[in-house]
Nanobody
Framework: QVQLVESGGGLVQAGGSLRLSCAASGRNFRFNDMAWYRQAPGKQRELVAVISSGGSTNTADPVKGRFTISRDNAKNTVYLQMNSLKPEDTAVYYC????????WGQGTQVTVSS
């Protein structure tokens, strides 16, 4: 059974930084594309950043230049470095395969105050 466990969220002021982690258990994902997603209150879940099995990355326009996705295959972990945070980044952040395949984890709450 595959489990995805996100961590690292919290409350931060605008302009601050956070680093999110996603640990996967139950299978190795080194040959899979992985991604971070987020869901703000009252909105649909959206794609934030993708990293391919080979390490190529792509980020959504709203976070381009501020967020960086990375992975450590030896630890079966994906990271999201978030800098210059804005109040509109407030959401629950989730990781999953890309496209999503396994059940969603509990996510990690990121709240950015103005």
């Amino acid at each position: 059974q595959v489990q995805l466990v996100e961590s690292g969220g919290g409350l931060v002021q605008a302009g601050g930084s956070l680093r999110l982690s996603c640990a996967a258990s139950g299978r190795n994902f080194r040959f899979n594309d992985m991604a971070w997603y987020r869901q703000a209150p009252g909105k649909q879940r959206e794609l934030v950043a993708v990293i391919s099995s080979g390490g190529s990355t792509n980020t959504a326009d709203p976070v381009k230049g501020r967020f960086t996705i990375s992975r450590d295959n030896a630890k079966n972990t994906v990271y999201l470095q978030m800098n210059s945070l804005k109040p509109e980044d407030t959401a629950v952040y989730y990781c999953n395969f890309h496209p999503p395949f396994y059940s969603w984890g509990q996510g990690t709450q990121v709240t950015v105050s103005s």
